[in-house]
T-cell receptor, first 111, second 117 residues
């Protein structure tokens, strides 16, 4: 069983829609929860991070962590075609430690 | 400020040959990480340097892989001899403890695409 599960998609939405992404994990030792965005032929780029449970908002992006359910989410409001990319959740047991990634969800925002 | 750079961007080699990948981290970053993504799988951790020391090499698949970081600056990852299953994208990331609210943000390079035939 994978430590982090993420639906691979693809997830296709019309421009302006809300994109909802999520990951589940099995190890309660994870303390840091991150979302990376990866465009084709590029490296992952950090979008959001959260420490422990709760919500965090940054512009059009909202990250949620529910440690009791071992479930993390990323919401993208007012989605744009430029948001089309693969979104990866990444978890860490301590700051600076190795990242454990989900498989990534490919998102396509259609104009 | 320059980001993490990796060289080469692509490499095609035959089984049994040797390949050396290079990573230049962001200047001043003490932490350097290697990850790999094989076809259809998630990105997986290989190892972590703090300066020139190996902090965690639990993800190294076998002794055909050798990572070095002489002088605590750039790092190389050598695969010798390469096997078919080594094909994939090799990412390097770097981070620094900066005393901010979140320490250890990992910045990724564009990756090296390795194909072993």
């Amino acid at each position: 069983q994978k430590e982090v599960e993420q639906d691979p998609g693809p997830l296709s939405v019309p421009e302006g829609a809300i994109v909802s992404l999520n990951c589940t994990y099995s190890n309660s030792a994870f303390q840091y929860f991150m979302w990376y965005r990866q465009y084709s032929r590029k490296g992952p780029e950090l979008l959001m991070y959260t420490y422990s449970s709760g919500n965090k908002e940054d512009g059009r992006f909202t990250a949620q962590v529910d440690k009791s359910s071992k479930y993390i989410s990323l919401f993208i409001r007012d989605s744009q075609p430029s948001d089309s990319a693969t979104y990866l959740c990444a978890l860490s047991k301590a700051a600076g430690n190795k990242l454990t990634f989900g498989g990534g969800t490919r998102v396509l925002v259609k104009p | 400020e320059a980001g993490v750079t990796q060289f080469p961007s692509h490499s095609v080699i035959e089984k049994g040959q040797t390949v050396t990948l290079r990573c230049d981290p962001i200047s001043g970053h003490d932490n350097l990480y290697w990850y790999r993504r094989v076809m259809g799988k998630e990105i997986k951790f290989l190892l972590h340097f703090v300066k020139e020391s190996k902090q965690d090499e639990s993800g190294m698949p076998n002794n055909r892989f050798l990572a070095e970081r002489t002088g605590g600056t750039y790092s190389t990852l050598k695969v010798q001899p390469a096997e078919l299953e080594d094909s994939g994208v090799y990412f390097c990331a770097s981070s620094q403890v900066d005393g901010g609210l979140f320490i250890g943000t990992q910045y990724f390079g564009p990756g090296t695409r390795l194909l072993v035939l």
